[in-house]
């Protein structure tokens, strides 16, 4: 998972500050790198680090840089794999001039890709999905060089959402199923690209429409143009997850406001999953948070701020070890005594993944003086690995893998867990049925022959 923004300024406006803003609204999509890339002298220039942005980038030393177009990228992997030279965005000088990668998502084909890149004598420096596109460029020579990313786009599969700067144009596009967000705003005469409307506001920009799955958008002196990486593919597959877990709440996606439809989950799992008696709701900080307001809403047991949130330390699901995620859990929720103290508590959550923070959530909550804690899951049990781009991918880490309900209740020690149906969650996000993913809820995978449809 990574936040990707671009800015391109068609009156010549420096815009460098302005993309280390837009990551800024992006961090909570990755936090253990940033970069940003520019063309400079008509080659591609950098600013990186390891860590979180502003530990990353000076931000007074890009002030000082007179640039009217640039990307930058926040990663977080799922892959081994935290290293400077993996820090994207990733930059190269090949035949037809300057041309700079950043992208979210996983290209699934990039082992076979790498072996036949290699074999026609590419060496990559890195082990990013980005390079392997620059390196399809490269054998793409006597193209223009829109033309080689086009082709080389159309060669890639799996999830990804690009922002790319070539030849003085900043271009964004969407995988032909949408897997990814990938936005577009303008501000005046500046344009702007980005992974989740969230990071439009920051800079001041409207947002104008979501990239097509299967688009690609191309911004320069001329304007604003659309092309086709592929032939339109009736099936969409908008990831589910980013409305339950991974989008800020302020964010609007393919149309749907994320805050709606979490408050729509609460208000859904309130009638599927009643919990009588019940005497306060809880969410959990922050994801649950706005689906305990639907929940509470919808129940007519009052809200009540119960789990305090220390806005210093980053999600726990975004930690890449299993011991810096037990640690994440405790130092960064904290119960109020004063709330739960001899009560029936209803506690929302946006979901449950390894179970980590259940488990210790409840704990503490019980330890805080809550006489029973019932827990409601705002999105279906995870019960199978992503295959396109989240950290999901080993099914025996997942929880509901491992357990069944009642084993996982009494596991992470609630007195009942309920989680949202599959159909509730489509319900509560709006979109169609065949527009959205929800692989790691049902399984229901992109079969071998929608893959080709899209190729
Ligand atoms: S499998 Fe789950 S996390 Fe992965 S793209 Fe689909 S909905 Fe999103």
Redesign the pocket.
Known sequence: MSGIFGAFSKNGKPVLEEVYLGLYALQHRGQECAGIAWSENERIATAKGMGLLHNAIKQEYLTQKNVDCAIGHVRYTSLPGSQLHNVLPIGANYARGAVAIAHDGMITNLEELTLQLEKQGAIFQSSTDSEAIIHLMAHKSHMLPLDALIDSLRKIKG?YAVIVLLSGMLIAARDPWG?KPLVIGRKDENYYAASESCALDIVGAKLIRDVEPGEIVVIDDKGVRSLKIQHESCRG?R???EYVYTARPDSIIDGVSVYEARKEMGRLLAEQAPCPGAEITAGMPDSGTIAAVGYAERSNIPLEMGVVRNRYVGRTFIQPTQKVRNLGVKIKLNPISEVFNNKKAVVVDDSIVRGTTAEQVVSMIKDSGASEVHLRIASPPVI?P?????D?RKEETLAAVRMTLSELCKKVGADSLEYLSEKNLTAAIGLAEDQI?????SGKYLEENELKAGA
């Open positions: 999830s897997f597959m990831c589910t997850f199978h992503c295959r396109y781009g989240i999901t993913c929800t692989a790691c809820f």
